[in-house]
């Protein structure tokens, strides 16, 4: 006797099962066994999932486009120079050998000055952990341009060494320039 499924009783069957009574061909279910309510409960419960679920896709891509975001960032035009701080890294004494404002690079690159800030006396000098440093504000700058828009601008700074902390920001009360990286009160970084 050959034992290929070719061969003997097992050619042209089927291999069907008998499950809770129904008859099962290849592991299907060749009647359906569900009642009529059962079946249509599971449509309601389908198309109410399903309105939900399309619901708050349209909620969420509604609110993104027309509700304002929760973190919001505008663009504000700056209309005060910069304030820095100057300090020397090599605890020598730092000075400034020349200091200049141009209005733009354009007027850099053709030599138009606008501003000589090194005999306008617009540094002032701080003792901090690193030693003197100097401070240049520009709250007082702006007062001098007396521009309207006056925070672009060109600044071509000379100092004795080549080794220098330069900090750049604005001027405030809860601003400590003192300490080796200036820093405000309220916030320790």
């Known amino acids: 006797m050959d034992d290929t499924l070719n061969s003997g009783s097992f050619v042209n069957h089927d291999w069907f099962e008998t499950l809770n009574g129904e008859i099962v061909i290849n592991y299907f279910i060749a009647v359906n066994t569900r009642s009529v309510p059962t079946r249509i409960l599971k449509m309601i419960v389908f198309f109410l999932l399903t309105a939900g679920f399309v619901g708050v896709i349209t909620y969420n891509i509604h609110k993104m486009i027309y509700d304002p975001p929760k973190l919001s960032v505008t663009l504000e035009d700056n209309r005060n120079p910069p304030s820095m701080l100057i300090c020397n890294m090599l605890y020598d004494n730092l000075e400034i ?39 240049f504000n520009g709250t007082v700058f702006s007062r001098i341009l007396k521009l309207e828009d006056n925070a672009g601008g060109f600044y071509m700074l000379v100092f004795n060494s080549s080794q220098i902390l330069f900090f750049i920001g604005d001027t405030n009360k809860d601003m400590n320039w003192t300490p080796f990286a200036p820093q405000r009160n309220n916030l320790v970084m």
């Open 97 to 135: 050998v020349s200091a200049k404002y141009y209005r733009s690079f354009s007027d850099f690159a053709k030599q138009k000055m606008f501003f000589d800030l090194f005999s306008l006396q617009m540094f002032s000098n701080l003792t901090g952990e690193n030693g003197d440093c100097h401070f």
